[in-house]
C-alpha cells in the first residue's frame, strides 16, 4: 500500500512538473518557426489550396503572418479560429515586425520582391518561392534572366511539378536548392462517390460532364466546347457545366451560340469551395482540355483534376505541363494531344458509351489521390523542408 509521504512527494512532484516543465513544452511546440506567407490576393476561390497550406503551417506550430498585395474583405472560415486578424497585413508590414525565420512566398514575382527587400536590409528570413503556373512558364519564355538574382540568393525553390522543376533547372536555379512540392487536397472534404467494396453504375438518362476551372486560355474551354459540339449530335441528352469565372465569359458564350449548343451547355460562374464537392459527385464526367496559350503560360499539376480524382470521377484531360505527373493514361483516366479535338470527343465518346467504366477508372483515381496527394502528405512534405531550412 502506498505511504502517505510518498503520495505527498508525488504530488508536489506533479505540481512542479505542470508549473515549470509543461510550459516549457508547449512554448516549445508553439514556437517552431516564425513564418511570413506572402500572397497576391489570399481570398480568391481559386486559391484555397494555399489556404490548406497556411492551415497545415499553423497546426504545426508555426506563428504566421500574411501579407497580401491586394486588398481583401473578410478573413475565410478555414482561418477564423487561429486568431489571425491582427496578423494580416495588406502590403506594408508594420516597422516592429520585419524579421522572420522564414518568407514564404506564393508565385515567383513575389519572391523577386521580397528577395530584394531581404537584400536591401530591409527585412530578415529565409526566402522560400513557390512556383505555380504563369511565373514558371510565360515569364521565364518572355523575360529569360528574371530570376537571376533570385535564383542566386534565394534559399529554397517550391515548384508545383517536376515539369516546372526542369524548367527552372534550364534557367539556372541551383539543384540543390529546388523539390517540387505538388498541391494537396482535403480527401475527406472531396470523399469518393462509390463504396470500393461494392459498387454498381446506374443507368442514367442524362449524362453530365462537368468543368471546374476559371475561364482562361490555358484551360482549353475552346477546343473543349467544340468536341462536346460533336458529341451532342450523337448524344443530345448530354449536359455540360462550366463551373468558374473569368475574362473569357462574353466570348465562350458566343463560342456556344456559334456551336448551336446553348441548351446543352451552363455556365454557372464561380462556387464556393464547398459547392464543389456536392457540383462533382452530381456529375459523371470530367474534362479539363488544358492547353499552353499563346503567352506561353501553362499549368502546374489543376487542383481541380485532383479534386475530381478524389471524388472518383473519370478524368480526361491533356498531355499538358504537370498534368501526365498525375494522370496515367487508360489508368486512372484518360489522356490527349493539346487541342486535338477528334480525340477529345472519342475519349468523351468511349465514356458516354461505357458509363460501366466509370467506378473501375474512378477508384483508381482516388486510390492515387489518397497515395500521392493529400492535403496531410505535401503540408508534411513542407513542414520538413522549413524545418531544415530554418536549422541550417
Not at 516549457?24 to 490548406?52: H, M, P, W
Not at 514564404?104 to 523577386?112: I, K, M, R, Y
Not at 483534376?305 to 505541363?321: F, N, R
Not at 458509351?353 to 496527394?373: C, D, F, V
Request: aromatic share 12%.
Amino acid at each position: 500500500m502506498l505511504s502517505f509521504k510518498f503520495l505527498r512527494q508525488l504530488g508536489f512532484f506533479i505540481f512542479f512538473y505542470n508549473i515549470f516543465f509543461v510550459p516549457l513544452i508547449a512554448e516549445e511546440q508553439v514556437n517552431r518557426g516564425k513564418i511570413l506567407v506572402v500572397l497576391d490576393c489570399i481570398y480568391f476561390g481559386t486559391r484555397d489550396f494555399i489556404l490548406s497550406q497556411i492551415r497545415g503551417l499553423i497546426e504545426r506550430n508555426y506563428d504566421i503572418y500574411i501579407v497580401s498585395e491586394r486588398k481583401f474583405n473578410n478573413i475565410p472560415s478555414e482561418l477564423k479560429k487561429y486568431n489571425l486578424s491582427k496578423k494580416n497585413f495588406y502590403r506594408n508590414l508594420p516597422g516592429h515586425l520585419r524579421s522572420f525565420d522564414v518568407i514564404l512566398c506564393q508565385f515567383g514575382p513575389l519572391g523577386v520582391q521580397y528577395n530584394k527587400l531581404r537584400n536591401q536590409g530591409l527585412i530578415s528570413g529565409k526566402i522560400v518561392t513557390c512556383f505555380r503556373g504563369m511565373d514558371a512558364s510565360a515569364i521565364l519564355k518572355n523575360r529569360s534572366s528574371f530570376y537571376y538574382d533570385l535564383f542566386q540568393t534565394g534559399d529554397l525553390f517550391l515548384p508545383v511539378s517536376n515539369h516546372f522543376k526542369i524548367r527552372l533547372l534550364d534557367f539556372g536555379c541551383p539543384a540543390g536548392k529546388v523539390h517540387v512540392l505538388y498541391s494537396g487536397i482535403d480527401i475527406d472534404k472531396f470523399s469518393c462517390k462509390w463504396d470500393k467494396t461494392n459498387y454498381m453504375h446506374k443507368e442514367k438518362s442524362v449524362i453530365t460532364i462537368v468543368t471546374v476551372a476559371r475561364l482562361d486560355t490555358k484551360k482549353g474551354y475552346e477546343y473543349g466546347l467544340r468536341a462536346i459540339a460533336m458529341l451532342i449530335k450523337k448524344h443530345p441528352n448530354l449536359q455540360y457545366i462550366i463551373v468558374g469565372d473569368g475574362s473569357l465569359l462574353d466570348d465562350l458564350t458566343r463560342h456556344v451560340k456559334t456551336l448551336g449548343i446553348q441548351k446543352n451547355v451552363h455556365f454557372m460562374g464561380k462556387k464556393s469551395h464547398d459547392e464543389i464537392p456536392k457540383i462533382l459527385k452530381k456529375s459523371d464526367i470530367f474534362l479539363l482540355p488544358s492547353i499552353t496559350s499563346y503567352s506561353g503560360n501553362e499549368e502546374g499539376v489543376p487542383v481541380s483534376l485532383m479534386e475530381a480524382m478524389s471524388v472518383g470521377l473519370p478524368v480526361v484531360s491533356t498531355y499538358h505541363a504537370g498534368i501526365p505527373e498525375l494522370i496515367e493514361h487508360n489508368k486512372n483516366g484518360f489522356l490527349v494531344q493539346e487541342k486535338n479535338i477528334k480525340a477529345l470527343t472519342d475519349t468523351l465518346e468511349f465514356l458516354v458509351e461505357h458509363p460501366e467504366e466509370w467506378p473501375t477508372i474512378g477508384l483508381q483515381a482516388r486510390m492515387h489521390i489518397e497515395k500521392y496527394h493529400t492535403m496531410d502528405t505535401e503540408n508534411n512534405k513542407l513542414d520538413n523542408l522549413i524545418s531544415e531550412l530554418i536549422k541550417k
